[in-house]
C-alpha cells in the first residue's frame, strides 16, 4: 500500500505504537502531577518523566541534568534569546534559519540595539568553516545555527562551527536533525540546543526540549509554580525547575518516551534518498534544493518549476495521485532568499522511516504526470 504522506518535516506521521499507548496510559491510569504532592500515583509519573530525560539524554549525547522540557524547539529557542543579555550585541546566524529564530531576532532588534548579520556560505547554504573566524567580531555575542534546513535538508557540521566560533556561544536549532543524525553535545562543547518531539523523534506534537551546557549564562522565559521552593516569590536557579514553571505536557512527554524507545526500522537507505533526488533533478522544468555534497543531506529536500506555481504542483500531487506534501515558503523566507527560490517558494518532500524505496518510485511517476501536464 503506497504512503502518500510526505510532510514529515512539518510533522512526522504515523507514529509508533507505543505512543498513543503510552498516552493513554497516563490518562487512564497512571495520572498524577510531576515534581509535586508525596503519594505513589505522583511518584511513579515524576519517575516516569526522569525516564525519558535520561532517554533523551542518551539521544542527545549530553547530561540528563541539562535538559529541561518544553513544548516544542522554538520556545526552547525563544528561552535562550531572551534569556541571554543581548543588548547592544551582535548575533551571526547561518543562511538556511527558520523563523523560529528570526522573528524573535527581529523582535530583539526593535526592542533594543541588537544586530544579526549572516556567517559566510556557499551556494547551498553550507557554512563556510574557514571564513567563520573573520566574521567574528568582539560585540558578536551568540551564534545560530540551523543543524539541517527545513528547505533543501542541508546538515551544517556543527562541530566544526562551534570549533570555528571559539568562546562564543553557540545555539544550535536542531528541529529537523534530532531522531535524523547523530548527536554527542557534550563532546562537540554545544552551548544551547533545541529539539522538538513531534519530528525525527516520531513523538507527539506539544512536546521538545532544551540542552544548556552552562544553564546559568540563561534566564528563564517563563515563571511560575514548580513544586519546588514554594515559599519565595524567585523562581529556583537549579534545573529542571528554573525552566520548567507550570505543569508539563505528562501525556506528550511519556508519548515522546515511548516513540524514542521503539523506534521503528528505516524502510529506505540513504542511496535510495539520493536517487531519488538525482531522478528528480532530471525532470525537465525543474530545479531542485538540495545539499551539494551528497554527505551533507539529509531527509528534507524541495523542488521548484519553471513556470507552474509550488501550490498548484501540491494541489495535483494530492488531487492526482494521494501525495501530501508542503508547498510555499516553510516558515523560511531566509532559507529560501539564500537559495533563489523567494518568494514563491517551492514543493517540499520530506519522507519517514516509514517509506519504502517502492514509494519513492510511486511519488517520482506522480512528480513526472504533475510537472509534465
Sequence with gaps: MFNGYFDNAATSFPKPAAVSLAMRRYIDETGGPYGRSAYARAFQASS????VRERMAGILGASAEKIVFCQNATQGINTVLNGLALEGKRVLVSPLEHNAVMRPLHMLKKKFDLTWDMLPHFNDGLVDIAAVPGALTTDTALVIINHQSNVNGLVQPIREIKKAAGKIPVLVDGAQSCGHLDLRLEEWNIDYFAFTGHKGLLGPTGTGGL????????????????GSRSDSFEMPDFLPDKFEAGTLNMAGILGLGAAVGNPPRPQYTDNDLLALINEIKNIPSLSVLYARDPA????????????????????????RHGVETRAGLHCSPLAHTTLGSFPQGSVRIAPSPYHSSGDFKHLLTAIEQVCAA
Design 296 to 319: 551533507n543531506q539529509g531527509p528534507v529536500f524541495s523542488f521548484t518549476h519553471s513556470t507552474k506555481d509550488p501550490a498548484m504542483i501540491a494541489a495535483d500531487l494530492w488531487e
Design 211 to 226: 540542552y544548556l551546557r552552562d544553564p546559568g549564562t540563561v534566564s528563564a522565559l517563563i515563571n511560575g509554580g514548580t
Design 48 to 51: 516516569d518523566v526522569e525516564h
